[in-house]
């Protein structure tokens, strides 16, 4: 008798997990596309983040022109041409400036986006007297490591 309600338990419990499965789908916010292979449904794919509208530049100045309100950055080959705009800002140690005060030899850091002809424009700028050292950023990324406590 205690095998056959044994039997019938796991069977209801069977039964109960079952019968719910469908509920818990039905629950799931996620839409879902029908796959043509074989008239399956497949998970449609999230909502991909909004890409930011800015992205990081770097590197060394090679001119200046006031007149066209460009920086050039030097490159393997060529020169990366930045233009700005009424928006974009510069700082030297800290402080804002002008195009007139960027000397070539500087190192620039900053951000910039693409504006509708698809030029890059610099939208912050700062200006240091020469680029981070590779040693500096490997040493700040590891930190040092210590012996292990000697036990007694």
Not at 50 to 67: A, E, M, N, T
Not at 95 to 121: C, F, M, R
Request: charged letters at 30%.
């Amino acid at each position: 008798m205690k095998q056959v309600l044994k039997h019938l338990l796991v069977a209801a419990l069977l039964a109960g997990a079952l019968a719910s499965s469908p509920l818990l789908n039905a629950a799931d916010p996620t839409p879902k596309a029908p796959d043509k292979a074989g008239g399956r449904t497949k998970e449609a794919p999230a909502q991909s983040q909004s890409k930011r509208d800015w992205y990081p530049f770097g590197g060394i100045v090679s001119s200046v022109d006031k007149q066209a309100n460009t920086i050039s950055l030097k490159k393997k080959e060529g020169e990366r041409v930045l233009k700005l705009d009424a928006k974009t800002t510069l700082e030297i140690s800290g402080k804002p400036v002008t195009i007139g005060s960027v000397k070539v030899g500087s190192y620039a850091h900053g951000k910039l986006h693409k504006d509708s002809a698809g030029n890059e424009v610099i939208t912050d700028a700062k200006f240091d007297k020469e680029p981070p050292s590779k040693a500096k950023e490997t040493l700040d990324k590891e930190p040092p490591k210590t012996a292990a406590p000697k036990s007694k």
